[in-house]
């Protein structure tokens, strides 16, 4: 499978509790992008990374949330101490470069439950 | 403040027929548009998009249509099939901010048989 993956599916996370979620970019493709959705409301960017670099960040929230995408590996979207409220679908899309920025593929999503 | 609008939550068409699904805009510094299609539990499908210097893109069943004076863009699907049902959301970009697209909250379309 070629396309973007994530991982996992689904997560359910308590209150105060971590979230990771990963996304590996299509083959060849070095920008990722994550974007949250809320029920009923179209997505929101969050983050987009190059490899060991964040290049906009304007999207995320200010405490609780990071990004990484390293050198080896996927890229990992973080929440500390999650609340109710970051229950939402987080996908992961990518680029093969920043000249192509604009056609970003998706993931499928990881559903995210704070109880 | 939303950027990118679409005022249809849902659309019904029968099979056959056309779809129209409307986007507008505010941001005077888009230019790039696009349409994604969603399923449910699935993550969007680029589906058609077109750059400010045109006012139109075809692919097969797809147009798309820009009318920049209005800030206005519209997804034509002809003909319509039941497999096309499914949530569309129109994105833009901006110069300058290249990679941060903007959505609209999605218009649900159902194509009955």
Redesign the interface.
């Known amino acids: 499978n070629a396309g973007v993956m994530q991982n996992p599916r689904h997560l359910v996370r308590r209150r105060g509790q971590e979230a990771r979620l990963r996304c590996s970019p299509m083959k060849g493709h070095s920008h990722v992008y994550w974007y949250r959705q809320l029920p009923e409301e179209g997505l929101k960017f969050m983050v987009y990374l190059q490899k060991e670099n964040i290049i906009d960040e304007s999207g995320m929230p200010k405490e609780r949330f990071s990004a990484e995408f390293p050198k080896e590996g996927p890229s990992i979207l973080r929440i500390q101490q999650v609340v109710r409220g970051d229950s939402a679908a987080y996908f992961c899309a990518s680029s093969l470069d920043r000249a192509t920025s604009y056609e970003q593929y998706f993931g499928p999503g990881t559903r995210l439950t704070v109880t | 403040d939303q950027q990118?609008k679409?005022n249809s939550p849902s659309l019904s068409v029968q099979e056959g027929r056309i779809s129209i699904l409307n986007c507008d805009y505010t941001n005077s510094m888009f230019d790039?548009f696009?349409w994604?299609k969603k399923y449910p539990?699935?993550?969007?499908?680029?589906l058609i998009?077109i750059s400010s210097i045109k006012d139109k893109n075809e692919d097969g069943r797809f147009t798309v249509f820009l009318n920049k004076s209005a800030k206005h863009l519209s997804l034509h699907i002809v003909p319509s099939q039941p497999g096309d049902s499914a949530v569309y959301?129109c994105?833009a970009?901006a110069t300058g901010?290249?990679?941060?697209?903007?959505?609209?909250?999605?218009t649900k379309l159902s194509v009955k048989p």
């Open positions: 990118v679409q790039y696009l994604y539990a699935e993550g969007p499908t680029f998009s959301f994105a970009s901010s290249q990679g941060n697209l903007i959505f609209g909250k999605g």
